[in-house]
């Protein structure tokens, strides 16, 4: 069973992990990218998926770790 997907998203003091559906941040990192490592690890442990939000909070980027039902080819 796939774990809940990881959300990056745009803090005031920097960039947060989120549990999909948790009232509470998972971790509160200082850059983007360093949240997107921590999120990324989460969603391997997990088998779930990683959302980057950009600054405007919108969805940018995702990229699944889990059990994907349709792989791309190449």
Known sequence: MAGKNQH????QDGWAV????????TAHLPTQAKAIER????ARNQQSE??????NGRIRERNSYGNDPFPPRG
Request: hydrophobic residues 30%; aromatic residues 0%; glycine residues 14%.
């Open 18 to 25: 989120r549990g999909e559906g948790n009232d509470k941040d």
């Open 39 to 42: 999120a990324t690890e989460i």
């Open 8 to 11: 990056v998203v745009r803090r």
């Open 50 to 55: 990683v959302l980057i939000h950009g600054e």
